[in-house]
């Protein structure tokens, strides 16, 4: 199991900064990829941002070279600097780690969750 917990979120003018954190607790040793996923009202809930254990980075098209990702070597905490931001940035920010293990030969991948922390851009 796996416990996440984000902090960091707030107002910010367009074109600020923000730093969203992730702390990580649990079997953070089974943790292959950490990830920020973001959730406008009414909207689906959207890839952002992700980073593997071995450091391999991937960017929502959107937020290509405003945001960037980032870990500490224990996984238990990931973060995302968030720059440039626009209004359209506003949205419910998640953290999600994914885990794998093997089972019975086989691997098993689940996705862990926090709860959540609002980003609002203002115009």
């Known amino acids: 199991q796996v416990h996440l917990v984000e902090s960091g979120g707030g107002l910010v003018q367009a074109g600020g900064s923000l730093r969203l954190s992730c702390a990580a607790s649990?079997?953070?040793?089974?943790?292959?990829?950490m990830a920020w996923f973001r959730q406008a009202p009414k909207k689906q809930r959207d890839f952002v941002a992700s980073?593997?254990?071995?450091?391999?980075?991937n960017f929502a098209d959107s937020v290509k070279g405003r945001f960037t990702i980032s870990r500490n070597n224990a996984n238990s905490a990931a973060f995302l600097q968030m720059n440039s931001l626009k209004p359209e940035d506003t949205a419910v920010y998640y953290c999600n780690a994914v885990t794998s293990m093997e089972v019975d030969g086989y691997e098993k991948i689940v996705n862990y969750w926090g709860q959540g922390t609002q980003v609002t851009v203002s115009s």
């Open positions: 980073i593997t254990t071995d450091g391999r980075l």
């Open positions: 649990g079997s953070i040793a089974d943790i292959d990829t």
